[in-house]
């Protein structure tokens, strides 16, 4: 099983549509969980870190649940800019090292 | 955006030929890292740095080697490139190495080994 794992997708969506990953991870002992944005054939760039109690940002909800070991991303009344590849990271509990999932390809359509 | 500068942006040469990269951040951060970025693989960490000339292995340091002789540099350096070298490398920083901390990322070098 693989430390962290997103569905690939792509996940196409009118605008407007309201959108939902999620990221499953296996170490028990993770604390940090974080998700980023990449463009195509840019840098990843940090969208929010995720809090245990849940946590929004303008359109974005992350969700934390640590009992099923999985953290989500919602995102509410999507927008053409929102097109990008959404990754999962999560840290690997006691080697504190950050571990990226693959991406969830996410494409917003007029 | 985080002061983060890598060069060259795009690298293309032969195979056994030897290539440095480079990462400049202007942050003061402690950590550094190399990150390699594949098709079905993600980002996969290749070396990193806690403090000058204090580094370690990432997952993938096969075949890479690291340098950091001052806080705002850390070189990537591929002594003998292979074909199986060809990705996007990203440099990242963060304040923290205890994986609480976010990483911040460089806009990456596209190198080709032909």
């Known amino acids: 099983r693989k430390e962290v794992e997103q569905d690939p997708g792509p996940f196409n969506v009118p605008e407007g549509a309201t959108v939902a990953f999620n990221c499953t991870y296996s170490?028990?002992?993770?604390?940090?969980f974080f998700w980023y944005r990449q463009d195509c054939r840019k840098e990843p760039k940090l969208l929010m870190s995720v809090y245990s109690s849940g946590n929004e940002d303008g359109r974005f909800t992350a969700q934390l649940n640590r009992a099923s070991q999985y953290i989500s991303l919602l995102i509410r009344d999507s927008k053409l800019s929102d097109s990008a590849t959404y990754l999962c990271?999560?840290?690997?509990?006691?080697?504190?090292?950050?571990?990226f999932g693959t991406g969830t390809l996410l494409a917003v359509q007029p | 955006d985080a002061g983060i500068t890598q060069s060259p942006r795009h690298k293309v040469t032969e195979t056994g030929t030897p290539v440095t990269l480079r990462c400049h951040q202007t942050e003061n951060h402690r950590y550094m890292y190399w990150y390699r970025q594949d098709p079905g693989h993600g980002l996969r960490l290749i070396h990193y740095?806690?403090?000058?000339?204090?580094?370690d292995k990432g997952e993938v340091s096969d075949g890479y080697s690291v340098s950091r002789s001052k806080t705002e540099d850390f070189l990537l350096t591929l002594e003998s490139a292979t074909s199986s070298q060809t990705s996007v490398y990203f440099c990242?920083?963060?304040?923290?190495?205890?994986?609480?901390?976010?990483?911040?990322f460089g806009n990456g070098t596209r190198l080709t080994v032909t």
């Open positions: 740095s806690y403090g000058v000339k204090d580094t």
């Open positions: 990242a920083i963060s304040e923290s190495g205890r994986g609480g901390s976010p990483l911040h």
């Open positions: 170490n028990s002992a993770s604390q940090s």
């Open positions: 990271v999560v840290n690997g509990g006691a080697t504190n090292k950050l571990i």
